[in-house]
């Protein structure tokens, strides 16, 4: 497919978007996510046979935007985005220097969102091969990340933020902080009710470009940063947890 017809295809679904109204931010958007070297990726990720379509956008945020991909089972594919355009990669270096997987971090901005992605590919595999339960990853190229639709296709799943918990859920994720420390040897590093989908009875963890191996010199800070965060979040909706600090032995072992 043509680079230009692909934009007038991709122009077309963005339009259908309920994130945008004005012909004016479509443009604006549309060339700030889908540059040339955005457009040639997913070029070649349709020519590999990774996804078939591509639908509108289901989130939106400052780093990157989520789209409802098809995949060649025509079974929907989350296509994640990241804007090589964003700044706020420039803060994201300490979740990558100190990491022994990676070796010198990219001096430009590009190099540095297509590091992150191979990072979040790489760590959502080691994720899933653990058995924590995470969207499955599919492949990667530059700056886009094709995964696991979790949700009714065009909505995402909600998240705990956005849902109902309970005990069972605070049990759930300090077993998937565990897991992911013990099996998959890896901190998540930003851990929230923001990035755990609660969908048709399942918990499924998200958002892993940010987590480090435990090798990291900063791997015990992250955790302890996790496990405040559940912690805290658990008992703003009226559910007793244990203190961070003994959840952190419990974690480590």
């Known amino acids: 497919m043509r680079r230009d017809k692909l934009r007038e295809r991709l122009l077309r679904y963005q339009r259908e978007s309920r994130f945008l109204v004005k012909d004016s931010d479509e443009r604006k958007v549309i060339e700030e996510v889908f540059d040339k070297p955005t457009l040639l990726a997913l070029y070649h ?17 400052k780093e990157a935007r989520v789209y409802w991909g098809v995949g060649p089972d025509r079974i929907a594919r989350a296509v994640k ?32 969102i297509n590091l992150w992605v191979r990072k979040e590919f790489k760590n959502l595999r080691l994720a899933h091969d653990a058995g924590v339960r995470v969207p499955r990853p599919y492949d990667y190229n530059e700056n ?18 956005e849902a109902e918990v ?48 435990t090798s990291h010199p900063e791997a015990k800070q992250f955790l302890r940063r996790d496990l405040f965060n559940v912690v805290h979040f658990f008992k703003k909706r009226g559910i007793p947890s244990e203190a961070p600090e003994e959840l952190l032995g419990e974690v480590t072992g």
Do not use: C
């Open 45 to 61: 990720l349709l020519n590999r046979g990774e996804i078939v379509g591509l639908n509108g956008v289901v989130r939106a945020g």
């Open 166 to 213: 309970d005990a069972l859920d605070l049990e759930w994720t300090i077993e998937a902080v565990r897991k992911l420390y013990r099996k998959a040897e890896l901190v998540h590093a930003d851990l929230s009710e923001f990035n755990i989908f609660k969908h048709d009875g399942e918990r499924i963890l998200f958002d892993m470009g940010s987590a480090v191996s």
């Open 81 to 112: 985005i990241y804007l090589a355009a964003s700044m706020q990669f420039k803060r994201r270096v300490r979740y990558i220097a100190g990491d022994y997987r990676f070796g010198r971090i990219p001096s430009s901005s590009r190099g540095l």
């Open 144 to 161: 886009i990340l094709i995964m696991e639709y979790v949700g009714s296709p065009p909505a995402p799943a909600p998240t705990f933020a």
